[in-house]
């Protein structure tokens, strides 16, 4: 199995900043890609920022220019730096994983259980 557990969420201000952490950890042989998604309360979840295992990203374009999405394949480990944060950001950031378990496995997706950010106005 693979487990993902996101760490970081929490109360912040208009303008403040958080960094979300995301720690991938059970049976992998690859992790392909990571991401961050958020879901705020009646809406789908979206993307937020996701890179690939040789470093390239994608960000949304209301997390471009504020938010970093950062990982570190040795420790699979994924950071999502998060400035200049606002009220709309406020959602549950879910950490997403695309994995290979075995060498003959296909790609699997696994998420977290989400860190809750809240930003007041």
């Known amino acids: 199995q693979v487990q993902l557990m996101e760490s970081g969420g929490g109360l912040v201000q208009a303008g403040g900043s958080l960094r979300l952490s995301c720690g991938a950890s059970?049976?992998?042989?690859?992790?392909?890609?990571m991401g961050w998604y958020r879901q705020a309360p009646g809406k789908q979840r979206e993307l937020v920022a996701r890179i690939t295992d040789g470093g390239s990203t994608n960000y949304s374009d209301s997390g471009k220019g504020r938010f970093t999405v950062s990982r570190d394949n040795a420790k699979n480990l994924l950071y999502l730096q998060m400035n200049s944060l606002k009220p709309e950001d406020t959602a549950v950031y879910y950490c997403?994983?695309?994995?290979?378990?075995?060498?003959?496995?296909?790609?699997?997706?696994?998420w977290g259980q989400g860190t809750r950010v809240t930003v007041s106005s």
């Open positions: 059970g049976s992998i042989f690859r992790i392909n890609s």
């Open positions: 997403q994983a695309n994995v290979v378990i075995a060498p003959s496995a296909r790609l699997h997706d696994y």
